[in-house]
């Protein structure tokens, strides 16, 4: 079965330094990747999504990045954060294109808390 | 391109009620559509979803959906309430265009009041 992990689960930081959230999945091969944020009172934004390893879109510009660096790891990055970077951040896989499921559900992981101070 | 309009942020429901959330979306094709629950400090779990076939869905927990195309709808219902109902709710719609991209509906928090 498949299984999407997240880390770490909360995280406080000061404003202006680095940050790197860290999405793994396991039991599947070519997902398609995604994060979103969801501040708080807010719904979910996309922020990136990914098709396959070093293939990165990004829907809103921000002070963020992302990387896929393997197949199925997908990292959230910033050089240096802002207090409107805090937010629930998740990570959701979904089928790759052209497979049975394509277009289908996505999977969520357990989320990132960041606090920004 | 699409939209997701959830009427209502907030909806209280006396336990054992019926529970109605609805969900309109835009879109210029046919889409895929979604209800996920969304538990305190957790992720996304999905409830029911519509692709094809029977517009009437049921999902996990007692949950069903109806897709009305003539209506742009598809507002989940249960018949009964129950406190671990208690939860934010969020309607979903995708289409192939859109290669898997969701787009998410504002949510809706769920209190049920014993």
């Known amino acids: 079965s498949q299984t999407i992990h997240q880390w770490p689960a909360t995280l406080v930081q000061p404003v202006g330094s680095p940050l790197s959230l860290e999405c793994t999945v396991e039991?599947?091969?070519?997902?398609?990747l995604y994060w979103y944020r969801q501040a708080a009172g807010r719904g979910l934004q996309l922020l990136f999504y990914?098709?396959?390893?070093?293939?990165i879109s990004s829907e809103v510009p921000q002070n963020l990045s992302a990387s896929r660096p393997q197949d199925r790891q997908f990292i959230l990055s910033s050089k240096k954060l802002l207090l409107s970077d805090s937010g629930f951040y998740l990570c959701a896989w979904s089928s790759p294109a052209g497979g049975p499921l394509m277009f289908d559900e996505q999977f969520f992981g357990p989320g990132t808390r960041l606090t920004v101070l | 391109a699409q939209s997701v309009t959830q009427l209502g942020s907030h909806v209280s429901v006396s336990e054992g009620a019926l529970v109605l959330l609805r969900c309109n979306y835009s879109s210029s094709v046919p889409p895929y559509l979604f209800w996920y629950v969304q538990y305190p400090n957790q992720g996304l779990q999905l409830l029911l979803k519509?692709?094809?076939?029977?517009?009437l869905v049921k999902g996990i927990n007692g949950f069903e959906a109806e897709f009305k195309k003539s209506e742009t709808s598809f507002h989940l219902t249960k018949p009964s309430a129950h406190m671990s109902d208690a939860a934010e709710y969020f309607c979903a719609v995708s289409h192939p265009s859109s290669w898997g991209k969701l787009q998410f509906g504002a949510g809706t928090q769920v209190v049920v009041t014993p």
């Open positions: 990914s098709i396959g390893i070093g293939q």
């Open positions: 519509y692709t094809t076939g029977a517009t």
């Open positions: 039991g599947t091969s070519n997902p398609n």
